[in-house]
């Protein structure tokens, strides 16, 4: 009983100690990787036919404005524009569209149409606010109230690993029947290409391109943006208008879980104790190993179902633990004290 309660409190401290760290000097990294990467292993949603991206490319401001003022009178869903590359151009294109209710446009300061993705400091976008009504994306929406009726402050995005129909600003087909699509305009690149799929390299110094959990280089310090500000916002508008929410377990239960995998692997390591200190490390090394494969299978299986959940100091904490335990068999054997396998003997 003594070790259970000194590896739960051990356990409760660790945690912490984790938690309050900005990055955590032991950080294991096994479950943490597997987290940032769960977007590429489970995500395969089809592409959203609702959702149109245009790439103004070389247009300038006033052929931007005329392009637009043409979308409109074809009666689209709704337009929304991010031109946040060029701060005095969209101080210009804002002007000449004034008087277009249907054309909604990103404010690139903080403050009211501003994009609700949250932006951590290493450029990484995991999270939209959904804590207010008056953001970019909630204008162009179905139904905004969806993302704010759970009460949450903020939303895990649900990145679709297929990309959004897309095409050039200039060769736009104004033919074409747009009543059921919303139009999202920005540029996306100085290049003319018939079809945008995912940055490239050379445009890694966009202002407004971020890092995401499609990236396979998530969370590391040499990943490069991989997905423009007007992308993330039509994941955000398309999860939105799916009703795809991903609900992320809260703090108190997955840290219950921690808890209980911490003792799995207290309880294995008193009930299969053995003589040979060298057979208790390599049993504890067997524990360790398969009780984070299985933490990590749990993270895959309910994230298939829209349950996010972050088991990023369970590795940590086993260790530690686990060492814990090592050092106090070999006091207890020093004082004498039998192991079980010696009881049974």
Same mark, same amino acid.
């Given at each position: 009983?003594?070790?259970?309660?000194?590896?739960?409190?051990?356990?409760?401290?660790?945690?912490?100690?984790?938690?309050?760290?900005? @990055?955590?000097?032991?950080?294991?990294?096994?479950?943490?990787?597997?987290?940032?990467?769960?977007?590429?292993?489970?995500?395969?949603?089809?592409?959203?036919?609702?959702?149109?991206?245009?790439?103004?490319?070389?247009?300038?401001?006033?052929?931007? +404005?005329?392009?637009?003022?043409?979308?409109?009178?074809?009666?689209?869903?709704?337009?929304?524009?991010?031109?946040?590359?060029?701060?005095?151009?969209?101080?210009?294109?804002?002007?000449?569209?004034?008087?277009?209710?249907?054309?909604?446009?990103?404010?690139?300061?903080?403050?009211?149409?501003?994009?609700?993705?949250?932006?951590?400091?290493?450029?990484?976008?995991?999270?939209? @606010?959904?804590?207010?009504?008056?953001?970019?994306?909630?204008?162009?929406?179905?139904?905004?109230?969806? /993302?704010?009726?759970?009460?949450?402050?903020?939303?895990?995005?649900?990145?679709?690993?297929?990309?959004?129909?897309?095409?050039?600003?200039?060769?736009?087909?104004?033919? +074409?029947?747009?009543?059921?699509?919303?139009?999202?305009?920005?540029?996306?690149?100085?290049?003319?290409?018939?079809?945008?799929?995912?940055?490239?390299?050379?445009?890694?110094?966009?202002?407004?391109?971020? %890092?995401?959990?499609?990236?396979?280089?998530?969370?590391?310090?040499?990943?490069?943006?991989?997905?423009?500000?007007?992308?993330?916002?039509?994941?955000?508008?398309?999860?939105?208008?799916?009703?795809?929410?991903?609900?992320?377990?809260?703090?108190?239960?997955?840290?219950?879980? %921690?808890?209980?995998?911490?003792?799995?692997?207290?309880?294995?390591?008193?009930?299969?104790?053995?003589?040979?200190?060298?057979?208790?490390?390599?049993? /504890?090394?067997?524990?360790?190993?398969? %009780?984070?494969?299985?933490?990590?299978?749990?993270?895959?299986?309910?994230?298939?179902?829209?349950?996010?959940?972050?088991?990023?100091?369970?590795?940590?904490?086993?260790?530690?633990?686990?060492?814990?335990?090592?050092?106090?068999?070999?006091?207890?054997?020093?004082?004498?004290?039998?192991?079980?396998?010696?009881?049974?003997?």
């Amino acid at each position: 009983m003594k070790r259970y309660v000194i590896a739960l409190a051990a356990g409760l401290t660790l945690v912490a100690v984790y938690h309050f760290q900005d @990055r955590p000097a032991l950080d294991l990294e096994l479950l943490r990787k597997l987290k940032d990467h769960l977007m590429i292993i489970v995500t395969n949603d089809p592409r959203d036919q609702k959702i149109l991206l245009l790439n103004t490319g070389q247009l300038d401001v006033d052929r931007v +404005a005329e392009k637009i003022d043409s979308l409109v009178m074809l009666n689209p869903k709704k337009i929304g524009v991010n031109y946040c590359h060029d701060f005095e151009g969209n101080i210009q294109l804002q002007k000449r569209l004034a008087n277009n209710s249907k054309v909604v446009f990103c404010n690139c300061a903080p403050g009211k149409n501003e994009s609700s993705r949250l932006v951590d400091r290493d450029n990484q976008v995991r999270y939209y @606010r959904t804590d207010r009504q008056d953001f970019f994306e909630s204008y162009l929406v179905d139904d905004w109230t969806r /993302a704010t009726r759970k009460s949450h402050q903020q939303e895990v995005i649900p990145y679709s690993s297929s990309v959004f129909f897309s095409g050039l600003l200039k060769d736009i087909d104004l033919t +074409a029947d747009f009543s059921s699509i919303t139009l999202l305009v920005a540029n996306l690149g100085d290049f003319d290409a018939p079809l945008i799929t995912t940055m490239k390299t050379a445009e890694v110094n966009y202002p407004n391109a971020r %890092i995401t959990t499609l990236n396979k280089a998530f969370g590391e310090d040499y990943a490069q943006p991989d997905m423009h500000d007007i992308m993330i916002s039509a994941n955000i508008i398309s999860a939105v208008n799916e009703n795809k929410f991903i609900t992320e377990v809260p703090d108190y239960l997955r840290v219950t879980i %921690i808890l209980l995998f911490l003792m799995l692997d207290v309880t294995l390591m008193i009930l299969l104790r053995t003589k040979w200190l060298w057979l208790n490390v390599l049993l /504890a090394g067997v524990y360790f190993l398969a %009780i984070n494969v299985g933490a990590g299978a749990i993270m895959v299986w309910i994230f298939q179902y829209d349950f996010f959940m972050s088991l990023d100091e369970l590795s940590f904490v086993l260790l530690v633990v686990s060492v814990f335990m090592l050092v106090m068999d070999v006091i207890e054997k020093r004082r004498n004290v039998p192991a079980v396998g010696e009881n049974n003997q």
